[in-house]
């Protein structure tokens, strides 16, 4: 890799990278394993629990490394998932 | 062209497909989805010139259920909309009249009949078809159902059916025929200023609060059409006040179907119409409708010549059935005599309404109707 | 992670109708998504839009969206959007409806539709069978595969959807799978824009039935299938775009400019209706 691009970004103090908030509507999963399967960073994976369908809904293993691709809020027949912008602390 | 050409008032001579087109323009109807089919293609040609003349839309489907389909389409948008066909393609439009039922999408359906079953004889009268009016589609329902006797009622009854559809919701069937369809007589269109019309009750409500299929005390919903902000649905499936499919619950499936058909019937005093000659002291009573009625009428007149005390029901609307006023008349005569062009439907109807009073069946099947000596012989036999 | 914030389509859908019927995994949902996303980022005007769908599971459609809808009879749906598009031109309308109510009750009112370019807007959810009863073969049902009544194997070829639409005349006609979630949304917004009568086709999975009874049980077996086998191929040939085992080519087939049906209509009549006028003293 070039040389210049390891160096890390100029102004990596004044950027904030934007963090994600996935929420989970956990009683409308239907437990088809979707955001699962097509989640680039795998960030999901199948739960112990059982929510009100009997089916093992998703849980998040670190939402740190989302990168708000939203793939699985598109993909999900249920609607039972979607990914916003976790708001900024510390002023908007 | 002048206003009054636009309109055309005044006196024509027209025939009785070109009366009907005229009625329904004059009625406020400005969309026509249909087919060609003989012996209702003049309606739809007629309307295929005027119509853009006067704002209006005629579209030519690909068949009869299709035609059926968009007329429900252009009523839900809004448009006063009709279709015209005969025999083969009522029998298509069925599934489609069912729909506008349980939508309750106000429409104009025109039969001409013709000789059936199937294709049977294009050019050539019949009344085969009245029983299809009410039992056509499946499942329990009512409409309303008008038989033109002249071209002139072909122009009123278009403009009555329309009324009728919009103060109802319901699609209302004009049962012509194809000698009424084809003939030719004096008719006086009058100034639109003049033509009573009635308009669908639109909701007076705002859109979080309308609930499209909630009936007022008539038991006719007021209509939101689409683009109009209210975000309705309708379906064909048994539904809810709002609109929403329940095809689970007995009690919603009954509660619609009673009010579907108690909207017509509970106000059947209102939509029937019939025309009384000679009644009063009438001991036989011919009951008919349509051409055969005109024959009818002239056998009646022969009959009293001849000294004999015969009157005429003229059916105007057959469905819902007047059944009152055969009742009524069955009480007095001593005979009913049912000249239909058919092998017996609606006389059907006047047997059950009549009870114990005799009912004589007369039958015709091709090309002509019932001659008025025919009827007199029928009258001289009953006595 | 937070639980309470609802849903932010959920504005879309209707809530008294909601969760939808749909079984897990069924491709139907992943339609209504696309389809709403759609709606979102194109922040269409949803007083003027019309979705009218036809029987089958994809049919509900219609009832879930927070429009205008109407639910009509089996393979009706583009007839009866036809009259609502003449009559009004103004209202945006989508059909909603499935391969056997479009294809096979519905073939004749669609190749006229798109024969005479109505403005109607198709979304086709095609998963190779009859699900909403039971799963039986249709129009789009492969060869060979198994269903309710084609217990044998299925020995009706079937229709290449793209290639149909294209020949009746349609202006712009899109292939993609429930796979492809970007790319649908990016055609269905493509269409939203667009005049004449466009169709786009989506291969959903219905892994309760069609995928049980021919070795995908499950959405995700099927899913698989579409990501192995789909190849890209716009603008190629349409009627080398048949689907089988190994090969799904998705893309844009067409997207071209015609004249539509309700333009040339209102013209003529506001023409003749002038005219007509002009003489009125």
Request: aromatic fraction near 6%; proline fraction near 6%; include cysteine.
């Amino acid at each position: 890799m070039p040389e210049r691009i390891r160096h890390a970004p100029l102004d990596k103090e004044k950027v904030k990278p934007v963090l994600a908030e996935i929420h989970l509507l956990r009683d409308e999963c239907k437990g088809c394993g979707y955001c699962m399967e097509f989640c680039p960073k795998k960030v999901l994976e199948e739960s112990d629990e059982i929510n009100a369908r009997g089916v093992h809904p998703p849980r998040i293993v670190d939402e740190s490394k989302c990168i708000l691709c939203s793939f699985c809020s598109v993909v999900c027949p249920d609607f039972a998932i979607f990914v916003v912008e976790k708001p900024s602390k510390g002023g908007s | 062209m002048s206003k009054a050409k636009l309109t055309l008032t005044g006196a024509h001579f027209l025939n009785g497909d070109v009366a009907c087109a005229e009625g329904a323009i004059a009625a406020g109807c400005r969309f026509f989805a249909g087919y060609p089919i003989t012996p209702a293609t003049e309606i739809a040609e007629h309307l295929s010139q005027r119509m853009p003349e006067l704002g209006g839309i005629y579209v030519q489907m690909e068949d009869e259920i299709a035609s059926m389909a968009a007329v429900i389409g252009a009523s839900y948008s809004g448009l006063k909309a009709m279709t015209a066909t005969s025999g083969p393609g009522f029998s298509l439009m069925q599934e489609n009249i069912g729909l506008a039922v349980m939508t309750e999408a106000p429409c104009v359906i025109v039969d001409v009949m013709r000789g059936g079953p199937s294709t049977g004889q294009p050019t050539m009268p019949g009344q085969q078809d009245v029983m299809q009016a009410k039992w056509g589609s499946h499942g329990d329902y009512e409409i309303i159902a008008l038989a033109p006797s002249s071209v002139q009622e072909m122009f009123d009854l278009t403009v009555e059916a329309f009324n009728l559809s919009e103060a109802y919701r319901v699609p209302t069937l004009l049962m012509a025929d194809e000698i009424v369809a084809h003939m030719w007589e004096r008719v006086v269109i009058p100034p639109w200023n003049k033509i009573k019309l009635v308009n669908r009750k639109k909701p007076n409500v705002p859109p979080e609060k309308y609930m499209p299929f909630m009936p007022d005390e008539d038991l006719v919903p007021p209509m939101a059409c689409f683009g109009e902000g209210y975000h309705f649905h309708a379906t064909g499936l048994t539904h809810n006040e709002h609109g929403y499919p329940q095809t689970s619950s007995s009690e919603v499936q009954s509660r619609l179907v009673n009010r579907l058909c108690d909207k017509i019937l509970k106000n059947a005093d209102k939509i029937i119409r019939v025309e009384e000659v000679m009644l009063d002291d009438a001991d036989v009573v011919v009951v008919a409708y349509g051409i055969v009625a005109r024959a009818a009428l002239s056998g009646i007149r022969k009959a009293r010549e001849k000294g004999i005390k015969a009157g005429l029901l003229r059916l105007v609307t057959l469905w819902p059935f007047p059944e009152k006023s055969v009742a009524k008349i069955a009480k007095q005569a001593k005979a009913l005599i049912v000249p239909e062009m058919n092998r017996g439907q609606l006389v059907r109807e006047v047997e059950r309404a009549a009870k114990e009073t005799p009912v004589v069946f007369l039958s015709k099947l091709g090309e002509e109707p019932h001659t008025p000596v025919e009827i007199l012989d029928a009258i001289r036999r009953s006595r | 992670m937070v639980q309470e914030m609802a849903h932010p389509f959920s504005k879309y859908l209707r809530a008294e109708m909601m969760p939808h019927i749909w079984c897990p995994g069924c491709g139907n949902g992943v339609v209504l998504n696309c389809f709403v996303h759609a709606l979102d980022e194109l922040q269409l005007d949803l007083d003027k839009l019309v979705v009218v769908s036809g029987i089958g599971c994809i049919g509900r459609t219609a009832g879930y969206t927070n429009a205008d809808s109407f639910h009509t009879t089996h393979g009706r749906a583009l007839a009866f959007a036809s009259g609502v598009k003449l009559a009004n031109p103004e209202l945006e309308i989508v059909v909603i409806s499935g391969d056997g109510d479009l294809f096979a009750i519905g073939g004749n009112h669609f190749i006229h539709a798109a024969r005479r370019n109505i403005g109607i807007k198709v979304l086709c959810a095609n998963n190779l069978n009859y699900g909403m009863t039971g799963g039986q073969q249709g129009p789009t049902t492969p060869l060979e595969s198994i269903t309710t009544t084609s217990p044998y194997g299925n020995i009706e070829h079937p229709f290449n959807l793209v290639h149909l639409a294209a020949a009746s005349g349609a202006t712009y006609v899109a292939r993609w799978t429930a796979l492809h979630v970007r790319r649908l949304t990016q055609s269905i917004k493509k269409m939203l824009l667009k005049k004449g009568f466009c169709f786009v086709e989506v291969l959903t999975p219905c892994p309760e039935i069609y995928g049980r009874y021919n070795r995908m049980r499950s959405g995700l077996e099927m899913m698989e299938w579409f990501k192995r086998a789909s190849v890209v191929e716009s603008f190629t040939d349409p009627s080398k775009a048949e689907i089988s085992p190994d090969r799904i080519p998705v893309g844009e087939f067409v997207d071209l400019e015609k004249l539509s049906y309700e333009r040339m209509l209102h013209e003529k009549i506001s023409k003749i209706n002038e005219k007509a006028i002009e003489g009125v003293g």
